[in-house]
């Protein structure tokens, strides 16, 4: 389709697994303005890094969809925070059932809270005492993170 249409998005809405191959795939001379992907965006850190390159060097820009920080309750508490109605943002806590999927919302909601402020430490566990699988691939049955 790269090859015979002038494509200004490709939304990727495939299992995982593939998502790099098709990411890698459309950042070319004849790729789009922009690659917006599902989450989780791959099954690999290597993946992960691989799609972020191969998009910067091609100058397309790499998206992916947070809609969670759009919900009532957030857009309110970053307003309160923001005219100091709720004080100095110091620590954020959440828990999730899963990090691969789900839980890449909060890490997003967090980076919008803080402004995308740099972060100085994080403490994070999970617990995968029974084996549970997300898209083919192990994923924690409870996590916290700081």
Request: with cysteine; aromatic share 8%.
């Amino acid at each position: 389709m790269l090859d015979q249409e002038r494509i200004d998005v490709v939304s990727v809405c495939v299992p995982p697994e593939i998502h790099a191959d098709i990411v890698r795939g459309c950042a070319d001379d004849r790729g789009p303005a922009a690659v917006h992907c599902e989450k989780p965006m791959a099954t690999s850190w290597a993946d992960c890094q691989e799609m972020c390159e191969a998009c910067e060097d091609a100058g397309i820009e790499l998206t992916f969809n947070h809609q969670i920080r759009f919900g009532r309750v957030y857009p309110k508490a970053k307003a309160m925070l923001d005219d100091g109605r709720i004080g100095t943002l110091r620590r954020i806590e959440w828990a999730d059932e899963d990090l691969y999927d789900s839980g890449t919302h909060m890490f997003d909601v967090s980076a919008y809270l803080t402004d995308q402020c740099p972060v100085e430490w994080v403490i994070a566990t999970f617990d995968y005492r029974e084996e549970n699988r997300w898209f083919g691939v192990h994923n924690s049955n409870q996590a916290l993170a700081q």
